[in-house]
């Protein structure tokens, strides 16, 4: 796990390409009803060394869950890299 944080943080093109890919889904995964304000200020309270997890992958193999606040967790940073989308 740490040679794909290492090779992630390594590789700018590559980061480009997840963000690019994550905003992606984000959006398709994001219903009219979401509570978007309430999303922000859960993105803007992260503590520092986390980041907002989907409990459910957005676009996972067998489910995929929706952007959404009941869907969301801070969890550490290296424990989210490491976890891809399990």
Avoid: C, F, M
């Avoid at 997840?18 to 398709?28: C, G, H, V």
């Avoid at 869907?71 to 989308?85: H, I, M, R, V, W």
């Amino acid at each position: 796990n740490d040679a794909r944080i290492e090779s992630y943080n390594k590789d700018p093109i590559k980061e480009l390409v997840a963000n690019a890919e994550r905003k992606r889904d984000i959006k398709q995964q994001t219903p009219e009803w979401s509570q978007k304000e309430e999303i922000l200020e859960y993105y803007r309270n992260r503590p520092e060394g986390y980041h907002v997890d989907h409990i459910l992958p957005l676009h996972g193999k067998e489910v995929s869950g929706l952007h959404v606040i009941e869907n969301l967790q801070y969890l550490p940073a290296l424990e989210n890299l490491a976890k891809g989308n399990r």
